[in-house]
């Protein structure tokens, strides 16, 4: 069995505890992918100290430069697209048509962090004073803490240390236990385009001993965070405490609203897509579905006669529409949410359990699951499951929709499908969530817009775009005075100074 390493310090090498832990694929459970190291504080000190070193170099070289690696970078993945695709599918287990998606997410975010290499924009502005300049600009800030959830192997990480990168920051990457083979293939290719070896650190291990001892880490000044909001907490309050910038991207509970004229056809897609794509495992899967009483029953109809024809199975096979879930661990906890919602009255109408097929027994599979008559307020519809499961609940207006929309404690993504453009643009103003998708589903960001959540889905940082890098750099201003005489700021001004 292939067995893989941490890269720290320039090389590729076993952590100090010397043991492993398996990965292993979901749709196929003896299906070993390799061992992967168990690290520890120790091997995390190493790596930020070597980070420390890479750091000192990579901040002087030109943000042009650094961004030329990227565009490279970019290029390699888009070589190896469908290799890095078959990989991911078989260690995270979506369909190798998302898995592709994810690779180009990371492509188009490389393309555009090798072109803001070349912009990284401060401001001049006029002085109050004569003979003065005013100008801001971007400092790097040091080693950057990246710890990052399963969903997504290749794209959040890419979201945030190709920004981080072409700031001048050096990276320690501490991936998702799930997904650490996607995070190797990463590495690799940042160093095959010639980032030089001591800017990245990859320390692989649980969240509690390498995740906590980067954010505990004196020498990482910066933590970009995306996983649950719970482990959010943690690190929140560890950052809190050390005064460290910190991004957190977090949990979701988002909604698919359909009105009474929606084109129902393609809310249908809408809902399938955004329900159980990824095996509902994304941070912006639709898990409500708030409709409204004019078509409830017609749409719900539609929607669990195509619920029960999406294909289950292996990622990488032809026609498989629904993939497995990470882990048995999340398997169990979508179980236990249908036993919550069974108990407080909602109606199960597809779905509901592992499926009977022998084929699919060694794997993490859950079927497409839909529940009707969800009370607002109760723990279905409140909190995030993680898994092929949707909550519908009915309404009488979009006022009672956005109402139920708004009232859960995440707010990362919604959807509106109708044809009325008046309540089209007021959900754009009045859902409150980060991302509001109209007549589309409410997964899908595009790489080069700000990505995030409010509320407890985040912490007012957004990735993506031109906005993260505000985040990965430190503003300075530079004053010049040319004047040859003292001048004083609010006291001189072009009046003269006073008596
Ligand atoms: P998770 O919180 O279990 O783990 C995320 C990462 O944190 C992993 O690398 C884990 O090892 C690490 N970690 C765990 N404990 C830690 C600790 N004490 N200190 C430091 N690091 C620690 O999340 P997950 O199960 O991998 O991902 C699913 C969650 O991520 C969902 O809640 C989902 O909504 C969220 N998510 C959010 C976004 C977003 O952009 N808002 C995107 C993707 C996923």
């Known amino acids: 069995m292939k067995q893989f390493n941490n890269f720290i310090g320039g090389a590729w090498i076993a952590p100090d505890s010397g043991e492993y832990f398996e990965n292993r694929n979901p749709a196929n459970r003896d299906d070993v992918i390799g061992r992967f190291p168990l690290s520890g504080p120790t091997d995390v000190d190493r790596a930020v100290k070597s980070a420390t070193r890479g750091f000192a170099d990579w901040r002087s070289t030109p943000a042009p430069a650094r961004g030329d690696v990227l565009r490279i970078v970019g290029d390699i993945m888009a070589t190896r697209k469908e290799e890095i695709a078959d990989a991911m599918t078989r260690e995270m287990g979506k369909p190798l048509t998302e898995t592709r998606g994810d690779v180009q997410e990371g492509i188009d975010t490389a393309y555009y962090a090798a072109s803001e290499g070349r912009r990284l924009f401060g401001h001049t502005v006029p002085s ?19 710890i990052c959830p399963f969903n997504f192997p290749m794209a959040i990480p890419t979201w945030k240390m190709f920004p981080a990168l072409v700031c001048g920051n050096a990276c320690v990457f501490k991936p998702a236990e799930d997904v650490p083979h996607t995070a190797t293939i990463l590495v690799e290719i940042l160093l095959e385009a010639g980032l030089p070896p001591e800017v990245i650190q990859l320390v692989h291990g649980t969240g509690e001993e390498v995740g906590a001892a980067i954010v505990e880490h004196p020498g990482v000044p910066l933590i970009s965070f995306t996983g649950s909001t719970e482990t959010g907490s943690i690190v929140g309050a560890v950052c809190g405490r050390m005064h460290k910038r910190l991004s957190l991207e977090m949990g979701g509970k988002n909604a698919q609203i359909v009105m009474a004229d929606a084109d129902l056809d393609l809310a249908l897609e809408g809902a399938l897509w955004g329900a159980f794509g990824t095996t509902g495992q994304r941070c912006t899967a639709t898990s409500r579905l708030i409709l409204h009483t004019g078509i409830h029953d017609r749409f719900l109809s539609m929607l669990v006669d195509r619920a029960r024809t999406l294909k289950l199975g292996d990622g990488r096979k032809e026609g498989t529409d629904v993939g497995p879930m990470i882990s048995e661990a999340a398997v169990d906890k979508v179980e236990r949410y249908i036993d919550i919602g069974q108990a407080d009255g909602a109606d199960l109408l597809c779905g509901g359990r592992r499926p009977d097929d022998g084929k699919l027994g060694n794997g993490n599979f859950f079927e497409p699951t839909i529940f009707a008559r969800v009370e607002a307020g109760s723990r279905l519809e409140q909190e995030e499951i993680f898994g092929p499961v949707l909550s519908v609940v009915r309404v009488a207006s979009a006022d009672e929709a956005f109402t139920v929309n708004n009232d859960v404690r995440y707010g990362l993504s919604s959807s509106i499908y109708t044809r009325d453009v008046n309540v089209a643009f007021r959900a754009l103003n009045d859902l409150d969530n980060g991302i509001t998708y109209v007549n589309a589903p409410t997964i899908g960001a595009e790489a080069h ?51």
């Open 128 to 146: 109050e004073l004569r003979n003065k300049w005013a100008m801001s600009y971007r400092r790097p800030i040091g080693v950057a803490g990246i």
């Open 449 to 499: 817009l700000p990505f995030g959540g409010v509320k407890q889905t985040g912490n007012g940082h957004r990735e993506g775009g031109w906005q993260v890098y505000e985040f990965y750099s430190e503003t300075k201003v530079g004053y010049a005075d040319f004047s040859g005489t003292l001048q004083r700021a609010q006291i001189d001004n072009y009046l003269g100074a006073p008596d």
